[in-house]
């Protein structure tokens, strides 16, 4: 995981003075590039102890080890984005529409990179077999997750696997209690603590669903509570209430799960894809 992505998944779970300088990081990582931890503390109105602190929190000795490290991978983002013609990773008001477009672009492009560069292959495997042996899939999220998993529900329906997206909190649950054969629960949260999804899972593990976690904290209570835990790499533009990056990222994931469930019985899904497709034809006469 990158520095700047354990930055991202550690932010909701830090104590304010702690909180604090992932903020300031996280909005301008050159900061601890050109600043002493004596600047930086000033800055985030915290105690070069805290700044100590949160080095240790997100896996470093120390001030100098992150300053080298997360210049070192600056440096390599750097080369990545000007390759890509964009202009750097954070979208300001002085840009350009261009260049905020640019930058998007480049900022999702590196989310799915890091997300598949980091995937763990066991699990996803263990999590495709889960769902193709199910004789139920239940998908849950909320807000842009719950997209994400519409997603996935009509890529499994278009290949003849018994998916359903479930939409209210009560449903979900209700869902879940009740036993229907071999049942597989999906549950999508960018930071693993939505409180409706968590009990979703919950709920399904109880009754002895496999579970399955699409999020990007690992110690997040919904990868706590979930047999398989599929992590996304995400680090969102300013524009966060979009939930852009990490809806590209977890669509990735998605997409991953379906092509596994496809290669299982490769013959059957070309066939149905094809069905599928001749029959919706007839929608666009």
Known sequence: MSIQSTIE??????????????????????????????????????????????CRAIG??????????????????????????????????EDSLEEAVSKLAALELLAIEETVG???????????????????????GIGASQFVAEDLAHKLLRVGRNAHVLSDPHEAI?????????TVAIGFSHAGSTIETV?????AVANGATTVAVTSVKDSPLAQVADHALFTEVRESTFRAGAMVSRIAQLALVDCLFIGVAKRRYAETVDALQRTRQATRLLRD
């Open 174 to 182: 209700a869902a879940a209690v009740l036993p229907v054969g071999t």
């Open 60 to 93: 470093f000795t120390g001030y100098a080890p992150l300053r080298m490290a997360l210049a070192t991978e600056l440096g390599k983002e750097a080369a990545q984005f000007s390759a890509r013609g964009a202009y750097g990773s954070e979208i300001s008001d």
């Open 199 to 203: 009990r979703f899972l919950e709920a």
């Open 118 to 140: 980091q995937l763990d292959f066991a699990v996803l495997a263990a999590a495709v077999a889960a769902i193709d042996g199910a004789d139920r899939i239940l998908l849950y």
């Open 9 to 54: 998944a550690a932010a909701a779970t830090l104590p304010p003075s702690l909180a604090r300088v992932a903020a300031a990081v996280r909005e301008n990582p050159s900061l601890v590039i050109d600043k002493t931890i004596s600047e930086l503390a000033a800055e985030c109105r915290t105690s070069v102890a805290s700044v100590v602190r949160f």
